[in-house]
């Protein structure tokens, strides 16, 4: 499989991992991208995004910056680790013969650096270290060295960026500048290698959707013409085969308004926030009754099946349009069609917490939804009013739920909201899977 590599950064650099890459991988097609100036990084990506499969990019910050820029999985750099460090350190103390407690150093986190100074045996206390994640500014780092040795502070800079490196030299600032070593670079163009075959498989598996309308009852009550009735099934079925077309995929049609479209995992997440989406509005204009969707991944044709019945029967759950995921490990994502979906488990390995929901009459879904929408939306707290808007139900329902947990010790009170009308102060839970 041959992999179209893309490798930013400084010209340096990008020379020294491409060379590193070659040795190690006869297969990659490289792209190698230069820049001047670390804003140039984010043109870069969006001119070439389509043209390559994975990317390296030569440090912290231009790698954050191509995480912005929504490559997440994609994108790698070869980590300043301690054994970095030591490489700049010993060139500094035995070839320079310098005192390493008389210098600033940027980036690399303070761990790091003590973990280094304790293999050289050495102390660190006068050491100036400005660590941070993501990207900064260069002029910031810039300052801190000038300034530091401007005022006697240090008698040296070290930093991990390359066009600070430059700017302290042309300020005569003494400076060394710390650069992956070659292991590290060698581990970074291998895990790309291997992130890439991984998407490749994962892209290739088999996903499932079942669709149906429902009330086909109520269409032939409405519509009291069973010529009618069929005129909408036509219409339907067009829908569903342009769909099916789109997602280069094949459909049968089984009974009641119900559709199941084989397809691959890629096209389904190149869609699935548009066509997927949309699709559900359309055949509700149509039918004028509620449409739902599941869907399913797997490594099988009966595993993506059996998963898209699943989400099928979640989608179900929610009294509008809904369209469900469930992945090869069971997780459960969704509303697609919202903003906010939530991602949770239908699976429970915990015996313990299996036997108390049991006796709460919570199921493990449920369950496992209040506890995402807890952490992710709600500041590690829950309410039932909370939970009635972001899971589609009743307050009263949503009430119930609480309640029961708190019963089993699942959930504790630890506060009162104050209502925005009139009426009672609704209590505010903590919900955990470990007994309180």
């Not at 979640?314 to 809904?322: F, G, I, P, V």
């Not at 899971?391 to 209502?419: D, F, W």
Request: glycine fraction near 4%; hydrophobic fraction near 35%; charge should be neutral.
């Amino acid at each position: 499989m041959k992999i179209k590599l893309g490798i930013v950064g400084p010209e340096d650099s990008v020379k020294r991992i491409v060379e590193i890459a070659k040795e190690i991988n006869d297969k990659l097609i490289i792209f190698p991208f230069t820049y001047q100036d670390i804003t140039e990084v984010k043109s870069i990506i969006k001119q070439n995004k389509e043209t390559c499969d994975v990317w390296i990019f030569s440090g912290q910050a231009p790698y954050s910056m191509a995480v912005e820029e929504g490559l997440y999985e994609l994108a790698f750099f070869p980590s300043l680790n301690g054994s970095s460090l030591m490489k700049t350190l010993f060139y500094i103390t035995y070839h320079d013969k310098r005192d390493l407690n008389n210098m600033s150093l940027d980036t690399i986190s303070e761990s790091d650096v003590k973990e280094s100074f304790t293999e050289l045996q050495v102390q660190m206390e006068g050491t100036k270290l400005f660590p941070y994640s993501g990207h900064i500014a260069a002029k910031t780092l810039i300052d801190f060295h000038y300034n530091l040795y401007k005022q006697n502070k240090t008698s040296f800079a070290v930093t991990c960026v390359n066009a600070v490196y430059n700017q302290l030299k042309a300020l005569d600032v003494p400076v060394y500048r710390v650069t992956p070593t070659k292991l590290s670079i060698k581990q970074t163009v291998n895990e790309s290698c291997k992130q890439k075959e991984t998407n490749y498989f994962r892209q290739s598996q088999i996903a499932t959707i079942i669709i149906q309308t429902y009330d086909s009852e109520k269409i032939i009550q409405d519509n009291k013409l069973l010529t009618h009735n069929h005129r909408l099934n036509l219409k339907l079925q067009e829908l569903i085969i342009d769909f099916s077309e789109t997602l280069l995929g094949s459909y049968i049609y089984l009974s009641d308004g119900r559709f199941i479209i084989f397809s691959t995992r890629g096209l389904i997440e190149k869609y699935k926030d548009s066509t997927i989406t949309t699709l559900l509005d359309k055949a509700s204009l149509i039918t004028n009754i509620k449409t739902n969707m599941g869907i399913g991944y797997g490594k099988t044709a009966t595993e993506a099946e059996k998963n898209a019945y699943t989400a099928f029967l979640h989608a179900r759950d929610y009294e509008m349009n809904c369209s469900m995921l469930v992945d090869e490990f069971g997780n459960i994502e969704g509303p697609l069609k919202e903003k906010e979906s939530i991602t949770y488990n239908s699976r429970n390995e915990n015996e313990v917490l299996e036997e108390q929901l049991k006796k709460a009459g919570v199921n493990i879904s449920t369950f496992n939804k209040i506890i995402y929408v807890q952490n992710n939306y709600c500041n590690h707290t829950i309410s039932s009013t909370e939970i009635a808007e972001l899971l589609h139900m009743s307050q009263r329902n949503a009430r119930r739920i609480l309640s029961s947990l708190e019963k089993v010790n699942l959930a504790k009170r630890v506060g009162k909201e104050s209502p925005i009308q009139k009426g009672r102060p609704k209590n505010i839970y903590q919900v955990s899977e470990y007994l309180h």
